[in-house]
């Protein structure tokens, strides 16, 4: 014989003292956090194709390509769940000099890693900026 189903089974009532499992809710992001978390992301999957790149044009050996851009796209991908602090913000900065100074092994980096820089930048100021509207339209309205 087989079990029934959960789904038929009838709701048992919940035991004394305890609710029904409930999610955490979850923790507020500001638009800087998001948008910088954003960037860093796209910065991980775009390192992929340096990777292939370099590997391609034997500009370094396989291990240390696919080592490397691994490792990289392991570190952008962690950092992006860092942009909630101050610290993280600035592990961020940190990366994208990192990048820019990708170009010495392959030239072509420059150009995208001025790109991500840019980007970054940009994030980082509007993001502060809509946190600030979005702080004093919540004071306004009395929200706390």
């Not at 980007?119 to 919540?138: E, M, S, T």
Request: glycine residues 12%.
């Amino acid at each position: 014989m087989t079990e029934p189903s959960r789904a038929s089974r009838p709701e048992q009532p919940a035991k004394a003292g305890r609710s029904p499992r409930q999610r955490k809710p979850r923790r507020d992001r500001g638009a800087r956090e998001s948008l910088l978390a954003i960037t860093l992301g796209l910065e991980a999957v775009m390192f992929f194709f340096p990777m292939l790149v370099t590997f391609g044009k034997h500009t370094l050996p396989p291990l240390v390509a696919f080592g490397g851009g691994i490792g990289a796209i392991v570190v952008l991908a962690l950092a992006s769940r860092l942009t909630g602090n101050r610290a993280g913000v600035w592990f961020g900065w940190l990366l994208q000099a990192a990048i820019l100074a990708t170009g010495f092994i392959e030239p072509f980096m420059f150009a995208v890693g001025a790109v991500f820089l840019v980007l970054w930048i940009y994030c980082f100021a509007k993001g502060g900026q809509l946190d600030r509207q979005n702080a004093a339209r919540r004071a306004a309205a009395g929200e706390g």
